[in-house]
């Protein structure tokens, strides 16, 4: 699996999962709560906050009829336009956001909507492109995120294996090298039973790329979950709170969830560790709990061991049980106490 890296930092392999914090729409229209959101993200634990870069305009035309008009979903009965008015993010609040995420340590960068939108990004230098799960069929944007030379996350949301081949071809021919694909259902909220996490090393193996997950699961075990799988990068929406009336507020993690799934990460990717047989430090404070053989009779010298007087027994401290019956072959090389441990100096 060929490594990914993000601001020099590697992601992929041993190295430690990349904890994304998408705002999405939750600012609700209001920069000190962008702000706030970047703080929340900073004090969970994550690694980086994403930005959305579009205007209502360059995604999308301003029209009632039928194709516009969203039908199903969490925004059934709005028209795209509404939307992504309510939704976007002003661009020159972008600049302003990232020094901020960069005073809290954080990585910043944007999925870019068009090419408009990448040459935005392109001038704000961001470390990292994100192409949305509905993009990923839009290949000319593709291919405008791959000649900029900078790593790119793609999810691939309603994608369908050829497409998602399409879109990685797109990507590579353009010059593209540093990719990323993350699993992800594209429903809101997505049900757990259909976000077919094994697609998670499919993914890595198919495509030799760090795999990850985009989540819009109620809740923090499907991440969880993804990494234990192999999912390096991880993405969630954060909220302040889920009383917002936001678009997105109802399937993101309010700052508490966000900060309980890091914290559940962190100690899966400690857990996966490596494949490993060797006793580790803390068991081997334990081996004395093991069985060995022990007499659990008084034995006079030359009595014969039987299986009366001769047991497999806790603590570890005597002879292996696989000597069981060879012991009981042999007979006491002197007087042998209740509860004294067997070595071979005790039989004969």
């Known amino acids: 699996m060929t490594d990914f890296y993000v601001n020099g930092r590697k992601i992929g392999g041993e190295a430690s999962v990349y904890v994304v914090a998408e705002m999405s729409a939750n600012h609700n229209q209001n920069f000190d709560r962008a702000v706030e959101i970047v703080g929340a993200a900073a004090e969970a634990g994550a690694d980086a906050v994403k930005l959305q870069t579009f205007r209502p305009d360059t995604i999308t035309i301003d029209s009632e009829k039928e194709p516009f008009q969203i039908r199903e979903g969490p925004w059934k009965g709005r028209t795209l336009y509404d939307l992504y008015e309510e939704a976007y993010t002003p661009w020159d609040w972008q600049p302003k956001l990232q020094e901020i995420a960069h005073d809290h340590g954080l990585d910043l960068f944007s999925s870019p909507f068009d090419p408009t939108a990448v040459d935005f990004l392109e001038e704000m230098d961001v470390p990292v492109y994100k192409i949305a799960s509905f993009e990923n069929v839009d290949l000319p944007l593709v291919r405008r995120v791959a000649v900029t030379g900078k790593p790119t996350i793609m999810s691939t949301g309603m994608a369908t294996l050829a497409e998602i081949d399409e879109a990685v071809r797109a990507y590579r021919e353009a010059g593209g090298k540093n990719l990323s694909l993350l699993a992800c259902t594209s429903s809101y909220p997505a049900p757990p039973e259909e976000m077919h996490l094994r697609r998670i090393p499919h993914l890595a193996e198919t495509f030799d790329v760090v795999p990850g997950l985009s989540d819009h699961t109620l809740g923090t075990e499907v991440p969880v979950a993804a990494v234990s799988l192999g999912a390096r990068i991880v993405e969630k929406h954060l909220t302040l709170s889920h009383d ?53 009779q008084d034995i006079e010298e030359g009595e014969a061991f039987t299986k009366e007087n001769v047991r497999s027994i806790r603590p570890g401290d005597g002879l292996h049980t696989r000597h069981y019956h060879e012991v009981l072959d042999g007979e006491a090389a002197q007087d042998i106490a209740r509860g004294v441990p067997l070595d071979w100096s005790l039989a004969r």
């Open 244 to 296: 917002d009336e936001g678009p997105d507020s109802d399937f993101s993690l309010e700052p508490d969830e966000f900060a309980e799934m890091v914290q559940a990460v962190r100690k899966t990717e400690k857990a996966l560790g490596e494949v490993r047989y060797e006793t580790t430090e803390k068991e081997s404070e334990s081996k004395t709990f093991r069985r060995s053989l022990f007499a659990v």
